[in-house]
Structures are given as C-alpha cells and as structure tokens.
C-alpha cells in the first residue's frame, strides 16, 4: 500500500514545530500542496522557506486558531490559493502549567479552553464549511492520551482533550453521509519542543513517564504525523469517528 496525496491540498495547523511541522513534512514528501499555518510568525517563515526550498509546494499563513475571523480566512486563503482543501490535521494546541484544580489560574483555564477546544471547534466548522460543498475530505483533530485518561494536575488541559473527541465523534456521526471523514489521534508523550519545556520544568517527569511507558521511549513526531496521513488518506476510507492512541502502549496498561 502506498499513501499518497499527488493533486491533494493538506492544511496543518500548529505548523511551524513539533508534531504539526512533521505532519507538514510527511503530506507534502507524499505529494500534497500544504498550507502551513501558526500563531509564530517567525518559526511559521523558517518552517515554509525550509519545505520550499526542498522543491515543494506550500504556503504559510499566520493565524491564531482561538480566533475565529483568522481561521475563516485561513480557510479562505487555502482555497483561494489551491482550489480545494482535501485533508485538515487541527493540531495548534498548548498545555499549562501543572496544579491542583483548587489551584488553577483563571486565566490559564480560559487560554487553554480558547486554544484547544475553540480552536479546534473554529478549525473544524470553517473546514467543514468546504469539504461538505465539495462532497469530500478527510479531518483528523489533535487529542492526547489526556482525552483518554485522568492525570493529577492536569485537569483544565485534559478537559480540552476530551471535548476533542466529543466534537470529532459528534461531526463524523454528522458529516458520514457527506462523504467527509473526521477522526482524533491521541498522541503519548513525543520528543517537541512543548514536551522539551515541560522536561525543563519538572526534569523530575521523565522518570514517571518511563515508569508507566510500555516501550520505554518517547514517541517521534513522525509517529505521529503517520498515523495523520493515514487517517486522512483513502486507506482509511471506512474509518471515521475513532480516536486513535499513538502512545506506545501507555493507555493499554
Ligand atoms: N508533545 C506531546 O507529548 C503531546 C501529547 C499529546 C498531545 N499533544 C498535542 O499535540 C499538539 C501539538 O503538540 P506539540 O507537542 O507538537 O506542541 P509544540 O508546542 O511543540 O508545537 C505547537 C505549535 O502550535 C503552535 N500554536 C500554539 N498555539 C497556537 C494557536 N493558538 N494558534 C496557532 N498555532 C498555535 C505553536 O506556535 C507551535 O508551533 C497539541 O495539540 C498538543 O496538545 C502533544
């Protein structure tokens, strides 16, 4: 079996780093013209200049998920400028600092709701809005093994992680007879930059990641980023409303 998106236009958001940049990668070696998008206007430059420069086609637009007009119009410009949008990866996402629910800066609650779940939200209705008119296309949204299962200290951003999968279960449920797929991944802990900054913080973590880690290694980006195209791909054309754990058995024990 061979995975490609020759004449396919992909939009990956949160594309600048991490999972998302991996993603970008892997669909446009596969063929597809990417749309990059990211709130990082400078990382989203390096990112797009590095792809182009290796010969393939893709286009970087700046657009904070959170907020609605930028991901209207990101959609906007994905079309304008390919003439379709085939396969979305709505991965833009952050994490907060750990605390106990009592604990839990309103602020911190609210950012991370406006981003992973608003985002997602905005992301996927905009996307919708195009793939129902074209009677086609394929969606996967960024969960986490925390949309999975609980974890102490992590509450607000594991709230987030479930809604995903509420939302993606709900609209492929919706959009089944519309010929547009829509699936979650749940990715494990992977070697990103968000991941490195955690380690930073609480060197203490990787211990008890291992401890619980199956495999006992962290998960790559492009682990990731397969399971991604897969799933957006023809080879899962049976395969709508999963979420999907790319976590190196973490959720199996
Ligand atoms: N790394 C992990 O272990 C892990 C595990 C499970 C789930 N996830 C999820 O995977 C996704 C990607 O994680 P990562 O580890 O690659 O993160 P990362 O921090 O390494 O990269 C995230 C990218 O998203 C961008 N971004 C952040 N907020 C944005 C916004 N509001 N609008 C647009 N872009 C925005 C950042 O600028 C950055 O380029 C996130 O949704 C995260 O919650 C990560």
Redesign the pocket.
Known sequence: MRISFEDKVALV??A?????FAAARMFAEAGAAVVL????EA?LGKAVAGLGAAGHKVLGVT????NEAEVVAMVRRTVDTYGRLDAAFN?????IPANNVVEVPDADYERVMA??LR?VWNCMQAELRQMQAQGSGAIVN?S???GLIGNPGLAAYHATKYGVIGMTQSAALENAPRGVRLNAVC????D????ARMLKEQPEAMDVIMGKQPNKRLGR?EEVAAAVLFLCSDAASFILGVALPVDGGYTAT
């Open positions: 958001t949160g600048a780093m991490g999972m998302g998008s990211d709130r990082d990382a657009c904070d998920v959170a991965n833009a996402g952050i994490q981003v992973n985002g960024c986490s093994i925390g990715p494990g802990t992977i990103t930059p968000m991941v980006p």
